[in-house]
């Protein structure tokens, strides 16, 4: 499979707790973002990198949210003492930019969060 | 905030064509409309996307009207398997914002 892949599926963690997700995207696409889905709504921009450098932040994304992708390819996304209200699936999606044209986006399955 | 207005839900009986509106009022020059879908618990599934010309591939057809402030995905022979949630999202080209912006999309179920 050649898709963009999420670890670990699912993710259960007590509030206050760090975790820590990864996304894998897919081969030679240098734009990867993040985006976080909660029930009932569609999902809603985090962050995005093009190759290793973080180029936009949603204000969604609190100082207890860090995103890497270090050497340009997998990325991580780290929520330090976790709140019940980060409880969301969280999405990556990869994409290929060349020249001027648009990028398409291609997700991945997604992480589910649940924080007790 | 999503530029684009969807009904919250459509119905479709299996085999029929499935037609799903969406109004981008606002849309600017430079924008394109995409299409996803969105199967329960699963990440978000391209579907296809157009800046002003009607395109079809393999999933569907998007037809842009000549004023590019609506469109209409459509799937020709649904199936089952095509109960989703729907979601039109205009986006810019480079230079514009990155992000898509997702609303609320239509759900759509298929009916046998």
């Known amino acids: 499979d050649t898709g963009v892949s999420q670890n670990p599926r699912h993710k259960i963690t007590k509030r206050g707790q760090n975790v820590t997700f990864r996304c894998d995207p897919i081969s030679e696409h240098n734009r990867l973002y993040w985006y976080r889905q909660t029930l009932g709504q569609g999902p809603e921009f985090l962050t995005y990198f093009q190759n290793e450098a973080q180029l936009e932040k949603s204000r969604l994304l609190s100082d207890r949210f860090s995103a890497e992708r270090p050497k340009g390819s997998f990325s991580t996304l780290e929520i330090q003492r976790t709140e019940q209200g980060d409880s969301a699936m969280y999405l990556c999606?990869?994409?290929?930019?060349?020249?001027?044209?648009?990028?398409?986006?291609?997700f991945g399955p997604g992480t589910r969060l649940t924080v007790l | 905030d999503a530029k684009t207005t969807q009904p919250p839900s459509m119905d479709c009986a299996e085999g029929r064509a499935a037609n799903l509106p969406c109004n981008h009022s606002t849309i600017s020059g430079n924008e394109y409309v995409y299409w996803y879908r969105q199967i329960h618990s699963q990440g978000p599934q391209y579907i296809i996307h157009?800046?002003?010309n009607n395109e079809t591939n393999e999933m569907a057809s998007l037809i842009i009207t000549e004023d590019r402030k609506s469109s209409t995905l459509i799937l020709p022979h649904a199936t089952l398997r095509d109960t989703a949630v729907y979601y039109c999202i205009v986006r810019a080209t480079q230079g514009g914002s990155e992000k898509l912006v997702f609303g609320k999309g239509t759900k759509l179920t298929v009916n046998p």
């Open positions: 999606a990869s994409s290929l930019v060349t020249g001027r044209r648009t990028d398409t986006q291609y």
């Open positions: 157009g800046l002003k």
